[in-house]
């Protein structure tokens, strides 16, 4: 598969991409564990099928010290052990986040409130503008179709 167009080649996509990752710097740096940030990330990417995406932060968890059990099973984290209770809540978080539009009343209080036992206020503003950012790039590349498979850990710096 081809890519549409050269994200990278356009003056105004490079604009808007230098945005998006100054953005998802703020979430980097937060006290939001890492492992969470990547499993999030690749959750929100599958639900929305960008495969760019989901290659991109598997390998990221890879390098990172991710297993590959716990990567495997992402999809299917409702059945898996592997997960904490903590991770679970952010999983759940970012699947009601990334299909808000499925649901009439966006993100059920339920599922808010069990985000908010797991992480404080500064985690949860990182929780919610990385869902909001994973699902623009997620977009980005799917309107592109972006293709997967040639990322190489840590290429974008």
Not at 24 to 44: C, N
Not at 76 to 88: G, I, K, M, P, Q
Request: with cysteine.
């Amino acid at each position: 598969m081809e890519a549409r167009m050269n994200l990278h080649a356009s003056a105004i996509a490079g604009k808007a991409g230098k945005h998006l990752v100054a953005a998802g710097k703020a979430v980097e740096a937060s006290t939001l564990p890492h492992a969470v940030q990547e499993l999030v990330k690749i959750r929100a990417s599958q639900i929305n099928g960008c495969g760019f995406c989901t290659d991109m932060h598997v390998k990221d968890a890879t390098a990172a010290g991710e297993t590959a059990l716990r990567l495997s099973l992402v999809a299917v984290w409702r059945e898996a052990t592997c997960f904490t209770d903590a991770e679970r809540a952010a999983l759940e978080l970012a699947e009601e986040g990334t299909r808000i539009a499925d649901a009439a009343g966006g993100v059920p209080d339920e599922v808010w409130a069990n985000a908010a036992k797991h992480y404080d206020e500064e985690q949860l503003a990182a929780l919610v503008a990385l869902i909001a950012l994973i699902n623009a790039f997620n977009r980005l590349n799917v309107m592109v179709r972006q293709p997967a498979g040639d990322y190489q850990p840590g290429q974008f710096g």
